[in-house]
């Protein structure tokens, strides 16, 4: 049960369009289409930005998209606004029935 | 509205337990599976255990199976987690999560209870 693999920052400029990747294995991201993106600010509770891979639940701007491809998913932001500043962490169902975080990748708007 | 609410984090020694409670409000609770996952200081998520809405069903992280217990009470809406054989990297904010109901994701979570191992 090893963490997904995220890249530890990304940054951008407002306005921009960033991606973060997420890497596991074949018993997990590429097993299932069960990938999930969250957000989370300093202090707050993490919330839910996209599910089974590329959909967007009710609220979240469509300025966020998923996508994955084999053994790894992305998290794309495009038109980067300040409050897009945060820790984002990807998530996966595994063969196991568990659920693995990847380590977390911390976005800084320019 | 959903609230999730940890208690039962402290200060407690190496090889020491802990139980830890989640608290859950505003839906029904015996409808949805939930978690715990916990973050240590200056880390990233780490999921730790869920269980099925009706309990049958129990799964753990390698690194804390055969040490942790997750139980749950629906009559009470209380979700648990028995921390046993505690080590210094077991020193994290423990969160309870729901499980969005029929899917993959977590889509409600408490504020945490810090749990502290130390000599």
């Known amino acids: 049960q090893s963490a997904l693999t995220q890249p530890a920052s990304v940054s951008g400029s407002p306005g921009q369009s960033i991606a973060i990747s997420c890497t596991g294995t074949?018993?997990?991201?590429?097993?299932?289409?069960?990938v999930s993106w969250y957000q989370r600010h300093p202090g707050k509770a993490p919330k839910v930005m996209i599910y089974?891979?590329?959909n967007r639940p009710s609220g979240v701007s469509d300025r966020f998209s998923g996508s994955k491809s084999g053994n790894t998913a992305s998290l794309t932001i495009s038109g980067l606004q300040a409050d897009d500043e945060a820790d984002y962490y990807c998530s996966s169902y595994t063969t196991n029935n568990t659920r693995v975080f990847g380590g977390g990748t911390k976005v800084t708007v320019l | 509205q959903v609230q999730l609410v940890e208690s039962g984090g402290g200060v407690v020694q190496p090889g020491g337990s802990l139980r830890l409670s989640c608290a859950a409000s505003?839906?029904?609770?015996?409808?949805?599976?939930v978690h715990w996952v916990r973050q240590a200081p200056g880390k990233g998520l780490e999921w730790v255990a869920v269980?099925?809405?009706?309990?049958?069903?129990?799964y753990y992280a390698d690194s804390v199976k055969g040490r942790f217990t997750i139980s749950r009470d629906n009559s009470k809406n209380t979700l648990f987690l028995q921390v046993n054989s505690l080590r210094g990297d077991d020193t994290a904010v423990y969160y309870c999560?729901?499980?969005?109901?029929?899917?993959?994701?977590?889509?409600?979570w408490g504020q945490g209870t810090l749990v502290t191992v130390t000599s």
């Open positions: 089974d891979v590329s």
């Open positions: 074949s018993s997990d991201v590429g097993a299932y289409n069960y």
């Open positions: 999560a729901r499980e969005s109901l029929g899917m993959v994701y977590f889509d409600s």
């Open positions: 505003g839906f029904t609770f015996s409808s949805y599976a």
């Open positions: 269980i099925s809405y009706d309990a049958t069903n129990k």
